[in-house]
């Protein structure tokens, strides 16, 4: 199973920034498709997760600024990132998971994992 995450950059506060993360080796249908943060010194963060039905659940924070939608043909799922600021920079992570619902806020429930891309936002 490969995911791979890009889209990643360096941007400035108020801008957009569109990741991606495209998979293979899995029955992508099977899975809910979630992202994930992670800052320096800091955990990994819930930020959004699209389930298999396309049920989208948001981190608190993000408060209608990020968009999070899957393309099953394509075994893509996206992350529109809308109004950025410089406490939203971080390592993106997708990640795929068969779990219910409940579950998909918590990072240990995923099975796979992609490499990273890396969101700078200046301000």
């Known amino acids: 199973v490969q995911l791979q995450a890009s889209g990643g950059g360096l941007v400035q506060a108020g801008d957009s920034l569109r990741l991606s993360c495209a998979a293979s080796g899995l029955t992508f249908t099977n899975y809910a498709m979630t992202w994930f943060r992670q800052a320096p010194g800091k955990e990994r963060e819930f930020v959004a997760s699209?389930?298999?039905?396309?049920?989208?659940l948001y981190g608190d924070f993000v408060k209608g600024r990020f968009t999070v939608s899957r393309d099953n043909g394509k075994k893509t799922v996206y992350l529109q990132m809308d109004s950025l600021k410089p406490e939203d920079a971080a390592v993106y992570f997708c990640?795929?998971?068969?779990?219910?619902?409940?579950?998909?806020?918590?990072?240990?429930?995923?099975?796979?994992w992609g490499q990273g891309t890396q969101v700078t936002v200046s301000g």
């Open positions: 699209v389930t298999r039905y396309t049920r989208t």
């Open positions: 990640a795929a998971s068969a779990v219910v619902l409940s579950g998909l806020r918590t990072p240990d429930n995923y099975h796979y």
